[in-house]
């Protein structure tokens, strides 16, 4: 099944690559300047996620069972 992301969501990572592709996207902690095109995407979903918009959670890391 296909990830869904609202109309909303869509613009603000339309938006976040627009940044990326002028060179003007910086990121949050550093304040460097993104480099990586998938850094730029991942921006993007988080600052959509921060706003409450409607894009999918994170994967997160898989919990290892020890026996």
């Known amino acids: 099944m296909a ?3 609202s109309t909303k ?4 990572i339309k938006k976040v690559m627009h940044e990326y592709k002028k060179g003007k996207l910086k990121s949050g902690k550093s304040g460097q ?13 988080s600052e959509a996620r ?12 898989k919990k290892s069972s020890k026996k």
């Open 3 to 5: 990830k869904k992301y």
């Open 9 to 12: 969501a869509q613009s603000k």
């Open 33 to 45: 300047k993104v480099k990586s095109r998938k850094q730029a995407i991942a921006i993007g979903i």
């Open 50 to 61: 921060r706003k409450g918009l409607k894009a999918p959670k994170s994967k997160g890391r």
